[in-house]
DNA sequence: CCAGTGATTCTCT
DNA sequence: GAGAATCACTGGC
């Protein structure tokens, strides 16, 4: 590769369910201007899934959900935090994947600066503190990774050992929707014991 | 463990 | 249009 520009993932990747999309962006690199890592945890949310905020239909909070796919929803919950989804699945469709926990890989001052620590095991993980580190806020709602300054890279050598677990905080439901890189030391939280290498 | 934070939406008028 | 309930979490005990 060398000297070669890698190329993002295009429209056709988020063009697919949000399933698919959750579990293949492990390993992916996400960028925001220059800021960013390795995505190691995301969670789906698909249409007619409880826990989807597209579920009680298109309000203006949500209206980027229903729009087509490869676009950032970003959101504002709990009073505090900021969250970053990627729409998924063909135009319609109002899913997406939330994009959990980075290994932070570029930007890392400027990381650092946003979050008031230099750990970085705590710069990233979480879905509240990657949006806090990379910058995102509403003005990122409706934004293309397709160009410009967000953007999604293919991920680069070995396979990561991808594995499934219920979502986090979305209350007694236990579909395996929530993906994680197994080996990854930057997750939201530790795997549960059962999982554990 | 659990308090705090405030936009969004729901449920009445 | 007002008041209440909800909420895909974090940080400090």
């Known amino acids: 590769m060398a000297g070669a520009v890698a190329r993002r993932l295009d429209a056709g ?14 390993g992916c690199v996400f960028l925001l201007d220059g ?6 945890e995301t ?11 597209a579920f009680r239909g298109r309000t203006p909070r ?13 959101y504002f919950v709990y009073g505090i935090h ?3 989804t990627i729409v998924c699945e063909p135009e319609g ?11 932070p890989l570029q930007g890392l001052e400027r990381m650092a600066a946003r979050r008031g ?5 705590l710069l990233c993980s979480g879905p509240g503190r990657l949006a806090q580190a990379l910058g995102v806020g509403r003005e990122h709602d409706g934004l293309t ?15 990561p050992r991808v594995l499934a677990t219920p979502r986090i905080g979305v209350g007694g439901d236990e579909r395996p929707w929530r993906f994680v890189d197994a080996d990854s030391r930057f997750l939201s939280r530790p795997l549960p014991r059962a999982l554990r290498s």
Not at 35 to 40: D, Y
Not at 43 to 53: G, I, L, N, S
């Open 117 to 121: 620590t230099s750990d970085p095991r």
């Open 43 to 53: 969670e789906a949310y698909r249409e007619h899934d409880p826990c989807c905020h």
């Open 82 to 84: 900021f969250c970053c």
């Open 145 to 159: 990774v397709q160009e410009g300054s967000a953007s999604v890279y293919p991920r680069e050598g070995a396979k």
């Open 93 to 103: 469709a109002a899913a997406g994947v939330l994009l959990r926990a980075l290994e």
């Open 13 to 26: 990747f988020f063009a697919r369910s949000a399933l698919d999309g959750a579990r293949d962006l492990i």
């Open 62 to 74: 949500n209206s980027t959900l229903f729009g087509p796919p490869g676009f950032l929803y970003v």
């Open 35 to 40: 800021v960013g890592g390795r995505i190691v």
